[in-house]
């Protein structure tokens, strides 16, 4: 009889050690399960997207005797290009702004930089004209009387930097002329003469 009572003890003894052995072990389990990193396919398709991102910003200069000047940021994203340009220095009202073929800037009246980019042989014309037009015709904007103009721009017609001659404007340059241009006028515009010059370059 003192044997059976002293069983009972040490047996429940030995369940309540047991139990709490294998409830430690599968608190180790998952505390070592909780410090996995795991990669999410949002972090991943982010930096995947910063990577595709490619900038190139371009300082123009005086040219023709005049106080022109300004900055131009070129944004490469998925395939579209975007421009965003400020100047100072204009005659108030409107002025054309083109790309032209070389990224040469070091004649005084900007010449240097050749015609309009043109890699495609259309006529000169109004962007989007179903008529044709320059892959360098931009278009025109407006200086205000403190001389300041902004203009912004967007395309798929434009890489930076893919090496397809008919899209890359990598080696070309930023032109802004004296005057407006009128969309007709063979080969320029009659957009005036050039009065302020910037290469597009890496």
């Known amino acids: 009889m003192k044997a059976s009572i002293l069983i009972v003890p040490i ?31 949002e972090k991943t398709e982010m930096d995947n997207h910063a990577a595709e991102t490619k900038k190139i910003k371009v300082r123009l200069e005086p040219k023709s005797k005049s106080n022109v000047s300004g900055n131009v940021l070129f944004k490469e994203v998925d395939g579209i290009v975007s421009m965003v340009a400020v100047f100072d220095g204009l005659s108030e009202g409107e002025h054309a702004i083109h790309l032209h073929e070389k990224a040469d800037c070091s004649a005084e009246d900007g010449t240097s930089s050749g015609g309009h980019w043109n890699p495609t042989a259309q006529p000169h014309g109004k962007w989007g004209s179903s008529e044709g037009y320059h892959k360098g015709d931009i278009g025109n904007f407006t200086a205000d009387a403190k001389g300041h103009g902004t203009i912004s721009f967007s395309t798929d017609e434009w890489c930076i930097g893919c090496g397809d001659p008919s899209k890359d404007i990598l080696g070309k340059a930023v032109i802004v002329h004296q005057g407006t241009d009128d969309f007709t006028t063979q080969p320029t515009g009659n957009a005036g003469g050039r009065v302020s010059c910037g290469g597009i370059i890496e």
Do not use: I, R, W
Request: a negative charge; hydrophobic letters at 25%; charged letters at 25%.
């Open 11 to 41: 047996l429940a003894v030995s369940l309540f050690m047991g139990c709490k052995n294998d409830h430690k072990k599968t608190m180790e389990g998952t505390e070592q399960e909780s410090t996995e990193t795991v990669t999410t396919p």
